[in-house]
């Protein structure tokens, strides 16, 4: 189960972390994604951390901007998003997605390479 938290109003050039708490299945292996929905468009990419090594990869568009992190030392299990420098077009419903270690199809850029997915958080730019 992903549950995502930490969304809401901020403004212009502000900051805002997302956190997704992740339970209920073997994900500490799985690749971890954010992905977002804004207003009358589809879901796309926007930021990916890989389980084995950390690595982490960012669409161009929040690249220098948001950073994705995960700590699972506690004996919780948390993915975040620290956003920074946030713009108006940054509004969208934020998802919280796991992808699973078996191939794939779809690459992890994809809305359809992720697995399982959680209900969404809205974060709303404001000006």
């Known amino acids: 189960q992903l549950v995502e938290s930490g969304g809401g109003l901020v403004q212009v050039g502000g900051s805002q972390r997302l956190s997704c708490s992740i339970s209920?299945?073997?994900?500490?292996?799985?690749?971890m994604g954010w992905l977002r929905q804004a207003p009358g468009k589809g879901r796309e990419f926007v930021a990916a951390?890989?389980?084995?090594?950390?690595?982490?990869?960012?669409s161009d568009s929040v690249k220098g901007r948001f950073t994705v992190s995960r700590d699972n030392a506690s004996g919780r299990d948390t993915l975040y998003l620290q956003k920074n420098s946030l713009k108006s077009e940054d509004t969208a419903l934020y998802y919280c997605?796991?992808?699973?270690?078996?191939?794939?199809?779809?690459?992890?850029?994809?809305?359809?390479?992720?697995?399982?997915w959680g209900q969404g958080t809205q974060v709303t730019v404001s000006s």
């Open positions: 209920g299945r073997t994900f500490s292996t799985w690749t």
């Open positions: 951390h890989i389980a084995s090594d950390r690595t982490t990869y960012y």
């Open positions: 997605a796991a992808r699973g270690p078996e191939a794939h199809s779809a690459s992890l850029y994809s809305p359809e390479g992720y697995d399982v």
